[in-house]
């Protein structure tokens, strides 16, 4: 979900901070309007293609594992992130120590956050298990930001962030119950594991793209390393999802598009905003998963869930409308 001394990116929700001049910001837009409203849209773009990820594998074979499911995700999409990043990504890892330590933790959390995930979902249901994750991974972004780089939060970032994990937490409370029954508490658990390590695996690509390496690069090297773990548990739990050509089509989409895709956007998206900004950001992630998993999954939302989406949706405007003084 890097240099000696922590540096800060950009970002819309913190007070103005003299810039770095590293390469990877040096990519940005020049202009300070397409410079602002960039960073949000890639992260927001990312988030709602994984707020598919829940529906898509509800059409997985009966017998396919959420391990299977998870380790095929992010094992296959992250081989095709590293073989896209190239040797961009090897530099990465040769860029040092600290860069190898980042790189390496990364890769740890990458690995341990779709197992998680998909078990969450499959335990509580796809609306709970994904807003779990996303609505708790704010919190643990901003402790990191605060721990390593002793980064100040604005207050219109807290405001968002409250309004969104509040509209999460109408989500928890009011949600099918019906879809995970008595393993609801041990789903929301994994929920909040993921949600760490989420935001870890990002923090960490946000300290090697401060490096001036690119977010593909990023994104390959992260992933590269994670999927050295996750295929072999593919290999070895994957058969009830391959042996039906429906799990292989629900494997080929989840690799492709809420895992590469979607992690290209978000590590350009890093590029751009701080990392406490982006995890608040992925919260429009629970409001598709939610919505679809009604509308196709068949699960049942109630009045109360309901508010908890619009909750989410005014916290996202709170982050991502900047008026137009301070953008100016």
Known sequence: MASSTPSSTPSSTH????????????????????????????????????????????????????????????GIGGLVTLALA??????VLRDGRAALGWALLGALNVVVYPLAFY????????AVGTVVTIGCSPVFAALLERLVDGTGLSRRWLAATLAAVAGC??????????????????????GVLSGACYAAYAYCGARLIRRGHSSRATMGALFGLGSAVLV?????TGGGLVGEW??????????????YLAYVLFGAGLARVTVSAATTLTLL?????????????????????WTGVGLVVVGLLVLTVRRRRQVS
């Open 246 to 259: 429906r799990g292989v089509a629900v494997t080929a989409y989840l690799a492709l598009v809420p895992m």
């Open 15 to 74: 007070a103005p901070t003299p810039a770095p001049a590293l390469p990877a910001l040096r990519r940005a837009p020049a202009h300070p309007r397409l410079a602002h409203a960039a960073g949000p849209l890639l992260v927001l773009a990312a988030a709602a293609l994984w707020g598919t990820t829940g529906t898509a594998a509800s059409f997985a074979p009966g017998a396919a594992s959420p391990l299977s499911i998870g380790a095929a995700t992010m």
């Open 86 to 91: 190239g040797r961009s990504a090897l530099a």
């Open 285 to 305: 992630e629970p409001v598709v998963a939610a919505v679809l998993g009604v509308a196709v999954v068949g699960e049942r939302l109630g009045g109360w869930a």
């Open 232 to 236: 072999p548990v593919f290999a070895a």
């Open 169 to 190: 937490t109408a989500l928890v409370l009011t949600g099918d119950a019906e879809a995970g029954g008595d393993r609801i508490p041990a789903g929301v658990a994994l």
């Open 119 to 126: 078990t969450a979902m499959d335990f509580a249901g796809v």
